[in-house]
């Protein structure tokens, strides 16, 4: 079998999987023929090019990563092992939390999200804060690990006003809103805040908060991102300012254009834009370098 070793060296936590001769061993005592390739994020680096003729993908990075690597790979017949080497690695946490007593050395089947034609593992929103998964650098990230986002949240305090028409399954809602998060995972930006999550039931959640007004509206904005992601929720929840609620298929139609932080990674969205989840899309075997040194 031959075996690729794929590090994207920009992400938070790399370095040391870059140096480990013997992850390299282990791997090639496990498969025979591994070939390892370092890529930095701004690299025209062609995942699906790249791991042409290879039967194993060993995945490090963060969650950018392998949202890329899915989409990369959504047709093809290659077994994907994710090493987390981010700084938050939502979908990764989101997966150890998890019961895994029924899966095999680690292995999961996922339900993704696809938010107009473009796969996503754990999150696809736009409003407040969510520049923050795409606008911090590099280099950054690998020096400041956590302290960059939240330097970033300072900055992306603000009151968005996105005019939109929401359609969830067989609800509707219409306003003006602060943040529009559809959500495939319990962690978002480190916040466990989605306990409704169930891995494979073919159903995302969507959280929509309205834009507050008047010359409080910062502090107002305070509650209600408090209410959502530090009290968290555990069922459906629907009030005048927030709205919470399962869904398999979800379209929104905007008055313009917004960008979407897509698993960490920038998305501008049309007018008219269609959500769907699918079910068991996904297939993952998350490890770490440890497990294959123990094989």
């Known amino acids: 079998m031959k075996c690729l070793l794929l590090i994207n060296s920009s992400s938070g936590n790399a370095d040391g999987v870059d140096g480990d001769k013997e992850l390299i061993a282990a791997l090639t005592k496990a498969y025979g023929i591994v070939h390892k390739k370092v890529y930095k994020a701004e690299d025209r680096f062609d995942i699906a090019k790249e791991s042409e003729g290879y039967d194993i993908l060993v995945l490090c990075g963060g969650d950018g990563t392998f949202n890329y690597a899915i989409n990369a790979l959504r047709d093809k017949n290659i077994e994907l092992y994710y090493i ?20 095999q ?21 736009a409003g407040s804060f969510t520049p923050i998964g795409y606008l911090p650098k590099s280099k ?10 939240y330097l970033y949240a300072f900055k992306e305090y603000k009151v968005h006003r996105i ?8 609800r509707s809602f219409e306003g003006c809103y602060t943040l529009i998060m559809a959500v495939n995972s319990r962690y978002v930006f480190g916040f466990n805040f989605n306990r409704l999550f169930n891995l494979n039931d073919g159903k995302g959640q969507l ?24 009290i968290g929720f555990k069922s459906e929840y629907e009030s005048e300012n927030i709205k919470f609620v399962s869904f398999r298929r979800c379209l929104i139609r905007l008055d313009k254009p917004q960008d979407f932080c897509v698993d960490g990674e920038r998305l501008t969205s049309g007018l008219a834009n269609e959500i769907c989840m699918h079910k068991e899309r996904g297939r993952v075997i998350l490890t770490g370098t440890k497990d294959f040194l123990s094989k």
């Open 140 to 149: 950054h990230k690998k020096v400041f690990k956590r302290l960059v986002y």
């Open 163 to 170: 005019n939109a028409s929401v359609k969830a399954d067989d």
């Open 84 to 103: 987390p080497c981010g700084t938050f690695n939502d979908c990764a946490h989101t997966l150890k939390k998890l019961d895994s007593a029924n899966t």
């Open 207 to 230: 959280l929509l908060i309205k834009a507050p007004t008047g010359p409080l509206r910062l502090i107002k904005m305070f509650f209600l991102f408090f209410r959502a992601f530090f």
């Open 105 to 125: 050395r680690g292995q999961f089947k996922l339900d993704l999200g696809e938010i107009n034609g473009r796969l996503f593992s754990y999150v696809a929103a």
